[in-house]
């Protein structure tokens, strides 16, 4: 769908949608007869309200909707694309853009499957470091997500608390990597640095304030009766049709199957941690707010866990054909300097084959499907985006409900414009 | 104690050794038994993921057959991609299938190629309702075309690009610049 933002382009979308429907369909995008009195409303692309630039052109009788026909790549960056000219460390960078508010998951879920190519053990201490930091990141993740469920119910309270916790783990991020949101973080054989005091510091602390300001927030919301009708109910989901369009992370818990990718092909020594897989039974809105909360919890857990038994030892691996030499030794040391050469310019040839690594990414499975024919660059890398695959699912979840009910199923999602379109 | 070593094949020895392997070589049997042995080419195991090519002919069937099967229930399609491989003649296309059954956490990986000439592969969006956009996607970026996909057209892209960007073909690099020899560059 070409510029749609104008009015002949919404025309001709609801044409072609009205032509698909002729040919009675049950998939396609359904738009009833304008002689039925009903209203066409273009929700987006830039509603306040769709957290993100995606469009939805809902067919809606009076306030509740009669179809939708969703339109996502708006911000359509072609990375798998620009994947196929990049060496493997550049790559890295564009992981980071996809879903941004759990920037290091990404990061390290696209390390991970690097090392699985290349055949690298990464330390113990490294792998406990990349947990702390995937778990932050999923905790910053799911403060959004619920903190915007607030806000988009009218409750503005709880997301200012959450995003002055947020605004601490961002601290720790640019003590770990120098960056905040877009990080970067780590590298391929482990971390670029170690944890510094200051870090350990500032998690500790973090450590001790978070549960608080998260207590108060659950109790702001979870039993409020308010936030409760609004919705308890809403935009549900039946644990088979989430298997079938493919749900996973928070959204398919939420719906009662207990699929996470940590415990079921856990990677990074998470089969080192005790923790626990919070499902819902409905699958609705309200299910997807607990389920998130019980999992900031969990990742609480975990997190204490990892820096109790912080192992000591390297925080790489040594891996000198693919883990860049300290910036000193390359001015010093010979080995070092053709070591960083080789691998900046991508010199180094990687084995042939293909690899699948997936990692349970803020929003679901985020997998990496990586063919690589040996060269600097992958021959062809798939991102295995959890947004782009669920979204399909909001036109089934929100026909027939309100049109405010569908701005909370959208928001409990967690849509993330940057994943959907890649 | 040497010469029932050599009876067994090194594939099988494997198998002993590594649960992955041996999980793999189960699943195989299986396979060979629901769809016979002439279904599958090109057997192996990339990095602990078994990895079949089958026929564009059969792959609805097989996915079908999958997803129905008690036994395995392979029915949660991970994900599914195009590949572009301009330099296998009458094969330049493939369409790569994830499926993962989350009842024995069991995953596998299908492959169909078919003729750049003729990009056509089934849809599976009579099986799996997630099908639907990655089909979009794959026809987005390769041309590939899903007959009896209820709403085939571009995802991603404009829907007036009169080319698909991800063939190889179409190089990121400015394909008129002569300063750069590099293999790699460009491609």
């Given at each position: 769908m070409a510029v749609n933002d104008t009015l002949e382009g919404t025309h001709k979308i609801i044409e072609s949608a009205r032509e698909q429907q002729a040919h009675l369909n049950p998939l396609a995008p359904t738009v009833n007869d304008f002689?039925?009195?009903?209203?066409?409303?273009?929700?987006?692309?830039?509603?306040?309200?769709?957290?993100?630039?995606?469009?939805?052109?809902?067919?809606?009788?009076?306030?509740?909707?009669?179809?939708?026909?969703?339109t996502i790549g708006y911000i359509h960056r072609a990375f798998e694309k620009i994947a196929e000219r990049r060496p493997f460390y550049q790559i890295t960078t564009l992981t980071d853009r996809m879903n941004?508010?759990?920037?290091?998951?990404?990061?390290?879920?696209?390390?991970?499957?690097?090392?699985?190519?290349?055949?690298?053990?990464?330390?113990?201490?490294?792998?406990?470091?990349?947990?702390?930091?995937?778990?932050?990141?999923?905790?910053?993740?799911?403060?959004?997500?619920?903190?915007?469920?607030g806000v988009d119910t009218g409750a503005f309270t709880g997301f200012l608390y959450l995003m002055d916790e947020r605004e601490k783990v961002y601290e720790i991020y640019e003590e770990?990597?120098?960056?905040?949101?877009?990080?970067?973080?780590?590298?391929?054989?482990?971390?670029?640095?170690?944890?510094?005091?200051?870090?350990?510091?500032?998690?500790?602390?973090?450590?001790?304030?978070?549960?608080?300001?998260?207590?108060?927030?659950?109790?702001m919301f979870n039993r409020n009766r308010i936030f409760m009708d609004r919705i308890v109910d809403v935009g549900a989901i039946s644990a088979e049709r989430a298997l079938n369009y493919g749900f996973t992370g928070p959204n398919l818990r939420a719906a009662g199957v207990d699929y996470d990718v940590r415990v079921m092909n856990p990677y990074s020594s998470y089969q080192d941690f005790d923790f626990e897989i919070p499902v819902g039974t409905k699958g609705d809105t309200y299910d997807r707010f607990m389920v998130r909360n019980e999992e900031i919890w969990q990742s609480l857990r975990i997190i204490e866990q990892a820096l109790e038994n912080l192992p000591a030892g390297p925080y790489h691996a040594d891996a000198p054909h693919f883990y860049l030499p300290p910036k000193q030794a390359v001015y010093q040391n010979m080995e070092a300097l053709i070591y960083h050469f080789k691998i900046v310019m991508g010199e180094i040839d990687a084995p042939v084959?293909?690899?699948?690594?997936?990692?349970e990414g803020g929003n679901g499975e985020l997998g990496f499907y990586l063919v690589s024919d040996g060269g600097r660059t992958p021959y062809r890398l798939h991102f295995r985006r959890p947004c782009f695959i669920y979204y399909q699912a909001y036109t089934e979840m929100v026909v027939g409900q309100t049109l405010s009910d569908a701005i909370v199923t959208l928001s409990s999602m967690n849509v993330i414009a940057g994943e959907l379109d890649a | 104690m040497a010469d029932q070593n050599e009876s067994i094949p090194a594939q099988e020895q494997a198998a002993a050794q590594d649960?992955?392997?041996?999980?793999?070589?189960?699943?195989?049997?299986l396979l060979h038994h629901l769809f016979g042995e002439a279904a599958f080419t090109d057997v192996e195991e990339s990095y602990g993921l078994l990895s079949v090519t089958t026929t564009r002919e059969q792959i609805h069937g097989i996915i079908a057959g999958l997803?129905?099967?008690?036994?395995?229930?392979?029915?949660?399609?991970?994900?599914?991609?195009?590949?572009?491989?301009?330099?296998?003649?009458?094969?330049?296309?493939?369409?790569?299938?994830?499926?993962?059954?989350?009842?024995?956490?069991?995953?596998?990986?299908?492959?169909?190629?078919?003729?750049i000439a003729d990009p056509v592969a089934p849809t599976l969006t009579d099986l799996y309702s997630c099908a639907n956009w990655m089909e979009r996607e794959a026809f987005?970026?390769?041309?590939?075309?899903?007959?009896?996909?209820?709403?085939?057209?571009?995802?991603?892209?404009?829907?007036?690009?009169?080319?698909?960007?991800?063939?190889?073909?179409?190089?990121?690099?400015?394909?008129?610049?002569?300063?750069?020899t590099d293999l790699f560059f460009g491609r």
């Open positions: 002689n039925q009195e009903l209203t066409t409303l273009n929700l987006g692309p830039t509603h306040p309200a769709t957290h993100g630039i995606f469009q939805n052109i809902l067919q809606m009788d009076g306030e509740r909707i009669i179809s939708g026909v969703p941004y508010c759990s920037s290091p998951i990404n990061n390290m879920g696209w390390h991970m499957t690097v090392e699985k190519l290349l055949g690298v053990e990464v330390p113990k201490r490294a792998q406990y470091i990349r947990v702390i930091l995937m778990e932050l990141a999923r905790i910053t993740d799911h403060l959004i997500c619920n903190g915007i469920l770990v990597s120098g960056a905040r949101l877009t990080t970067n973080m780590g590298r391929v054989g482990g971390m670029e640095r170690d944890f510094s005091d200051i870090a350990i510091a500032k998690l500790r602390a973090w450590l001790k304030t978070f549960p608080g300001v998260m207590r108060e927030f659950e109790t084959g293909e690899v699948y690594h997936s990692v | 649960p992955a392997a041996q999980q793999n070589a189960q699943l195989l049997a997803q129905k099967d008690q036994e395995l229930q392979l029915n949660f399609l991970t994900t599914m991609c195009g590949v572009h491989f301009p330099d296998r003649e009458g094969q330049e296309l493939s369409m790569v299938y994830h499926l993962h059954s989350l009842t024995r956490n069991i995953r596998l990986r299908l492959k169909i190629f078919f003729p987005d970026f390769y041309g590939i075309i899903f007959p009896g996909h209820p709403n085939l057209m571009r995802i991603l892209n404009v829907e007036d690009m009169d080319y698909h960007p991800m063939r190889k073909e179409y190089a990121l690099e400015d394909g008129t610049r002569e300063d750069k």
